[in-house]
Nanobody, 122 residues
């Protein structure tokens, strides 16, 4: 019913920038929250940045000042601008959205993208 499609990952050098995009499609009524998570090899998935249901933003301390989350509500799209990338930012980045479906206005559901690899070389 709902698909989240991510793009923008790849191989970059330390200090460079990259922008990730995640577009949701399907029978969406509204989106409550949107965010980005990442998972490095051997580590747990962690929050990178997110919009809360109230429209506030949260960032992991490790990316504050370097990463910026933004969104285009009309296009059901969330972005992650990553600047001054470091090797420790290497991970699979996942988009997450909590949303309501058409015809099911009282329930909210979590959806995840397929993940996009970001590799930062020294």
């Amino acid at each position: 019913q709902v698909q989240l499609v991510e793009s923008g990952g790849g191989l970059v050098q330390a200090g460079e920038s990259r922008r990730l995009s995640c577009a949701a499609s399907g029978s969406i009524f509204s989106i409550n929250a949107m965010g980005w998570y990442r998972q490095a090899p051997g580590k747990q998935r962690e929050l990178v940045a997110a919009f809360t249901s109230g429209g506030n933003t949260n960032y992991a301390s490790s990316v504050k000042g370097r990463f910026t989350i933004s969104r285009d509500i009309a296009r059901n799209t969330v972005y992650l601008q990553m600047n001054s990338l470091k090797p420790e930012d290497t991970a699979v980045y996942y988009c997450n959205m909590n949303l309501k479906l058409q015809g099911s206005y009282y329930n909210s559901y979590d959806y995840w993208g397929q993940g996009t690899q970001v590799t930062v070389s020294t």
